[in-house]
């Protein structure tokens, strides 16, 4: 079975702090993403990459970074943590299936509190 | 430009169906997506569907697909109380990897 991990189910730091999520697939996977997810605002993707050290703004960039040193591990990173970045986080690697399509496997989320 | 909507909130009782909504506004889609989320878990893919199919059945899901009015709709027959989750519909342009996701219905089932 394929498994996207991240690092922490929940999270609360203060304004101002530094913070990284961490997500790690065992797939092999080349795309990975990271999405939040607000009530009534579904998914939306903040960053995503597509092979090792290669990254693409989704559709809500700003206020966040990424990092993808290796091809396993895709990390956010918040570098300095705003109260309307308190959200669910969620990663998912990507696997193509057949006739072109791609199904994206999600962690868990972390659910991040920023006081 | 991309947008998915559906509808926030459904409630069904034990053993009817249900039919979850969703429209899109991007003619060039190419596969769409249901995917469900149970409470504190990750996003779960249920079903798929390519472009220049109408409909596509799986056990107690059917999703139909009207593409001249940009609506996808999945029914689950006979629905549990372990189909409450949150449903979300998403697409897919063009041979891009980026789903574009609408905001979730709620489905609430009562026994």
């Given at each position: 079975d394929v498994k996207v991990t991240q690092s922490s189910r929940y999270l609360v730091k203060r304004?101002?702090?530094?913070?990284?999520?961490?997500?790690?697939?065992?797939?092999?996977?080349?795309n990975m993403f990271w999405y939040r997810q607000d009530p009534g605002l579904g998914l939306r993707l903040i960053y995503f990459s597509y092979d090792v050290k290669m990254k693409e703004k989704g559709d809500i960039p700003e206020g966040y970074s990424v990092s993808r040193e290796k091809k396993e591990r895709f990390s956010l990173i918040l570098e300095s943590a705003s109260t309307n970045q308190t959200s669910m986080y969620l990663c998912a690697s990507s696997f193509p299936l057949a006739g072109g399509a791609n199904e994206q496997f999600f962690g868990p989320g972390t659910r991040l509190t920023v006081l | 430009g991309e947008d998915v909507e559906q509808s926030l909130f459904l409630s069904v009782r034990e053993g009817d169906s249900s039919v979850i909504n969703c429209t899109y506004t991007d003619s060039s889609s190419t596969y769409l997506y249901w995917y469900k989320q149970e409470p504190g878990a990750g996003l779960q893919l249920l079903t798929y569907i390519f472009s220049n199919m109408d409909m596509k059945q799986d056990q107690r899901l059917t999703v139909l697909l009207n593409k001249k009015d940009k609506h996808l709709s999945l029914r689950i027959a006979d629905t549990q109380t372990g189909d409450s989750a949150i449903y979300f519909c998403a697409e897919i342009l063009d041979a891009g990897n980026m789903l574009t996701f609408g905001g979730g219905t709620r489905l609430m089932v009562k026994p």
């Open positions: 304004t101002g702090e530094k913070v990284f999520l961490e997500c790690v697939q065992d797939m092999d996977h080349e | -």
